[in-house]
Structure formats: C-alpha cells, structure tokens
C-alpha cells in the first residue's frame, strides 16, 4: 500500500508488514469520493491506496464518519468512486456499469450488515438461499447449499423458523450463511457485531472466520467493535478520509496488551 495519491497530496509511506503475504486479492489505487457540488461539495475520501490480501479477514476501522461505509461501498460496487479504481480478483470494477456490475457483485459479492436484513416472511433456509434463487439455481440446489451452510453455522434445529422466532445471533448466522451460500470471492460486512451483546458477537465472528477465510477469498469488516479486534488478520485504522495505519495480527495482539 502507497499512500502518496494526487488527489491526496504527499503523506509519509505507511510501515512496511514483515513476513510472507499472500497475493493482493482487492486493489485500490486513489480512491476519491465527493458528495454534492459547488459550496456543498464535500471530499470524504482523499486518495485512497489499499491492498487487501485473500485468506485473510481485514478490518476497517476509525472514527464515525471517516469513511469507512464509503469506501467499502465502492469496492463492492454500490457506490460509484469520483477518481480512482478498485480491481477485485482482476476485475476492474469500477469500470463496470449497469447489468454488467449487477451480474458481477451477484456473482461475486457477498453482504453482511448489522441489521442483518433478512426477508421476515422467509425461514432461515428460505433467506439463507437467496443469492443462489437470484443467480437463476433451482430451488432444491440452492435449498441444499443454505442447508449446509446453515448447519456448519450451528443452525441445524432453526432450518425452517421465521427470524422473528431467532435471537440476533442466530439471525447473524443466517446472515452469514447468506453471504457465503454462493461462495462468492467477497465477503463485505458493515458493523456486523454492532447489534449483538458480546458473546453472540464473538461467536459470530468466529463462525465467519471458519466459514468464510480461505485462498481465494478475501473478507473485509468495518468495525467499531474492540471485542473483536483480535479475529483481524490485518487493521486498517481510517481518519478523515484517509489511511493513517496499516497493521498486522502480530501488532494488533501487541496494541491489545498494552
Ligand atoms: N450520500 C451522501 N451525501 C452526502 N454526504 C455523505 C453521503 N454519504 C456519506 N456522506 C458523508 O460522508 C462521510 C463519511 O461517511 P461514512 O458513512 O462513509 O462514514 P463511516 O466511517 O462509515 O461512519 P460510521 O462509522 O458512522 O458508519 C460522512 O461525513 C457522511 O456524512
């Protein structure tokens, strides 16, 4: 990662990670974002240069405001960037428009929010196969992924009730079997422990980690959460639209003991 971007203006270059890395799997180069124009225009994200590597669970932090949502945003390709460019697994995607950019975050993205989204009408196994029904599987392969997915989340009695019927940390799970039934390459999550106490927040984590961190993959979380800092592979801390630090699992495990 750079941090020296024209939109930018000159930073120090960030420290330098020890060890081996595993190739890039999401490149960002000068992410800029603006909202508004003329006297309202806002700049939120000042030059972003980024690489988040596969196998690995990167967290985003920093304080409200910073940017964060905005720029995962434009990596998965829901928000448009002002300049910049964001590859993901080869894919320039923000050179992709209209169904092209549908078809690609369909196929490639999966979701996890805080307020984990489910459809209420649905059960656990209904919601869980979404992404499959929507890519055009027929419904007993795609009941047949949620169900695994599902049940290596712990959820093997739950299959059939409402996510009214579930706690928060059951319907996280669903969430998280959503976001991996199409085994996508992606997996994007905002806030996703932020409604849930504690334990079924750690617990969830460790569920996605198991599930989700593998070769091929790349996995970022934007976070407020310290409870789960320590499930990070890799922390980018953001302030005012910019990165101000890049850090591995060896410094994160460091910061917590002091
Ligand atoms: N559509 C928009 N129009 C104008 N300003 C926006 C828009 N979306 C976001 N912003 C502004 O951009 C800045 C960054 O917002 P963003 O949601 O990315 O921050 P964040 O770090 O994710 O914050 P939080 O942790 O509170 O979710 C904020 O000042 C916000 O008000």
Same mark, same amino acid.
């Given at each position: 990662?750079?941090?020296?971007?024209?939109?930018?203006?000159?930073?120090?270059?960030?420290?330098?990670?020890?060890?081996?890395?595993?190739?890039?799997?999401?490149?960002?180069?000068?992410?800029?974002?603006?909202?508004?124009?003329?006297?309202?225009?806002?700049?939120?994200?000042?030059?972003?240069?980024?690489?988040?590597?596969?196998?690995?669970?990167?967290?985003?932090?920093?304080?409200?405001?910073?940017?964060?949502?905005?720029?995962?945003?434009?990596?998965?390709?829901?928000?448009?960037?002002?300049?910049?460019?964001?590859?993901?697994?080869?894919?320039?995607?923000?050179?992709?428009?209209?169904?092209?950019?549908?078809?690609?975050?369909?196929?490639?993205?999966?979701?996890?929010?805080?307020?984990?989204?489910?459809?209420?009408?649905?059960? +656990?196994?209904?919601? !869980? /196969?979404?992404?499959?029904? #929507?890519?055009?599987?027929?419904?007993?392969? @795609?009941?047949?992924?949620? &169900?695994?997915?599902?049940?290596?989340?712990?959820?093997?009695?739950?299959?059939?009730?409402?996510?009214?019927?579930?706690?928060?940390?059951?319907?996280?799970?669903?969430?998280?079997?959503?976001?991996?039934?199409?085994?996508?390459?992606?997996?994007?999550?905002?806030?996703?422990? +932020?409604?849930?106490? !504690? /334990?079924?927040?750690?617990? #969830?984590?460790?569920?996605?980690?198991?599930? @989700?961190?593998?070769?091929? &993959?790349?996995?970022?979380?934007?976070?407020?959460?310290?409870?789960?800092?320590?499930?990070?592979?890799?922390?980018?801390?953001?302030?005012?639209?910019?990165?101000?630090?890049?850090?591995?699992?060896?410094?994160?495990?460091?910061?917590?003991?002091?």
């Amino acid at each position: 990662m750079t941090t020296d971007s024209p939109q930018g203006g000159a930073m120090t270059p960030p420290p330098a990670i020890a060890g081996s890395q595993p190739p890039a799997a999401i490149r960002c180069r000068g992410i800029v974002k603006e909202f508004g124009r003329g006297e309202t225009l806002i700049r939120v994200l000042h030059g972003i240069d980024l690489d988040v590597r596969e196998n690995e669970m990167t967290f985003i932090v920093g304080p409200s405001g910073c940017g964060k949502t905005t720029l995962i945003s434009i990596i998965a390709g829901i928000l448009s960037a002002t300049a910049g460019a964001v590859d993901l697994f080869g894919t320039r995607v923000t050179s992709l428009k209209g169904s092209a950019l549908v078809k690609f975050r369909r196929d490639n993205i999966g979701f996890i929010f805080q307020q984990f989204n489910l459809l209420p009408a649905l059960s +656990a196994l209904e919601n !869980a /196969a979404i992404p499959l029904i #929507a890519q055009g599987a027929s419904e007993s392969v @795609a009941n047949a992924a949620a &169900r695994r997915f599902l049940i290596q989340l712990g959820l093997e009695k739950h299959l059939e009730k409402f996510p009214s019927q579930m706690s928060g940390g059951q319907q996280q799970r669903v969430a998280i079997a959503r976001a991996l039934v199409h085994e996508p390459r992606f997996i994007v999550c905002d806030e996703p422990t +932020a409604s849930l106490d !504690a /334990a079924s927040g750690r617990a #969830a984590i460790a569920l996605l980690r198991d599930a @989700a961190v593998r070769p091929g &993959r790349a996995v970022i979380i934007v976070t407020h959460d310290s409870r789960i800092f320590d499930f990070a592979d890799r922390m980018v801390a953001m302030s005012d639209g910019r990165i101000e630090k890049l850090s591995d699992a060896r410094e994160i495990a460091a910061m917590e003991h002091h």
